[in-house]
């Protein structure tokens, strides 16, 4: 039977990869890799990286994201066709590129836990194509690890909650979840819709990558800044990732 792993590389930085994800890369006959594009293009050329680091000569067969509808009347039905016509391509080319007991191997960007779709696809590919494998997983650096690394802070106050949700949903956020918030997928910049005068926030953009850049500060006093930061950093690199954190604290 053929293997599947689906390995977290970390959030950018090459020296993420724990031990036994580097074992796990040099057991692989093959990486599969979603090519998504020009825009995306330096996260490929990141998995790349990391397979010259550890593994030279493993083949990455990229495999073109299929189209998607941004602006579908459903939203959950248009993901859920998109992952199914993922789940095909993917497939198709596990079985094209691996003898039927070899190991493919998935570069997961962060950790496989955490929003992200491979452990969902894979279970497509299942139910679906008929595929049969093994899956292991070994875990990453999540973003969110990266940045309060980065910022050298703790993830949550002393006997408190932490609460991680996307930009898209943060609006719609009770107070209570917003006292400690990480906020990853945030497309615009919803911290200015959210923030009252004690919210501090911890923002950091291409984490671990040199490209690293933070910011922290009471909203009010930084929201717009790192709002026009963001606009022209994008417009730089043609992509942004950023995750934050926002934090409420006692009135200043
Ligand atoms: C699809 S999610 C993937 C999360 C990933 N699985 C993880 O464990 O971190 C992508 C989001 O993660 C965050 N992210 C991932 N890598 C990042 C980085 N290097 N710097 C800042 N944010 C990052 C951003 O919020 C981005 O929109």
Redesign the pocket.
């Known amino acids: 039977m053929r293997t599947l792993l689906v390995i977290?590389i970390g959030?950018?930085d090459p020296g993420h990869l724990t031990l036994g994800a580097i074992d796990a890369l040099r057991s692989a006959d093959v990486v599969i890799a979603l090519d998504k594009g020009e825009q995306k293009a330096d996260l490929l050329q990141a998995r790349r990286t990391v397979v010259d680091a550890h593994s030279p000569g493993i083949p990455i067969i990229a495999v073109t994201d299929p189209e998607r509808d941004r602006n579908p009347s459903d939203y959950r039905a248009e993901v859920r066709r998109w992952h199914g016509e993922r789940a095909r391509l993917l497939s198709e080319a596990i079985v094209g590129e691996t003898d039927p007991d070899g190991t493919a191997a998935f570069l997961?960007?962060?950790?496989?836990?955490?929003?992200?779709?491979t452990l969902r696809i894979i279970d497509r590919m299942r139910e679906e194509t008929g595929l049969e494998c093994v899956v292991r997983v070994i875990p990453?650096?999540?973003?969110?690890?990266?940045?309060t690394a980065a910022h050298a802070i703790t993830a949550n106050r002393i006997g408190e909650p932490i609460h991680v949700t996307?930009?898209r949903l943060l609006p719609a956020t009770s107070a209570a979840d917003r006292r400690n918030c990480f906020?990853?997928?945030?497309?615009g910049t919803t911290w200015n819709e959210v923030a009252g005068p004690d919210t501090y926030m911890y923002w950091?953009?291409?984490?671990?990558?040199p490209e690293?850049i933070l910011r922290a500060g009471f909203v009010e006093d930084i929201g717009d800044e790192v709002a026009a930061l963001k606009c022209t950093l994008r417009d730089s690199h043609g992509w942004?990732?950023?995750?934050y954190l926002l934090r409420e604290l006692d009135a200043r």
């Open positions: 977290g959030a950018g997961v960007w962060g950790d496989p836990s955490l929003y992200d779709s990453g650096i999540t973003a969110l690890q990266a940045l996307t930009g906020v990853m997928l945030d497309g950091g953009a291409y984490l671990g990558t690293q942004i990732m950023d995750t």
